[in-house]
């Protein structure tokens, strides 16, 4: 589960950086906001997977 989400984060993470490259030579802020759009998501995927991480009871792990 963590390899597969390692994968899409990576993933995700290449393509805002190769949107973002293709579009800087003509309009850096719309490739800069490609970029972000890009990244955003699996930044947010993490940030809720920590919480959701460190909300179980280490107990159960």
């Known amino acids: 589960m963590f390899a597969s989400w390692l994968y899409h984060f990576q ?3 290449i393509h805002g950086i190769h949107s973002a490259l293709l579009g800087l030579p003509r309009v850096p802020f ?3 906001s490609t970029f972000w759009s890009g990244v955003r998501r699996p930044v947010i995927a993490m ?3 920590e919480l959701c991480f460190s909300s179980i009871p280490s107990s159960f792990l």
């Open 11 to 13: 993933s995700a993470l």
């Open 30 to 32: 719309v490739s800069l």
């Open 47 to 49: 940030a809720h997977m």
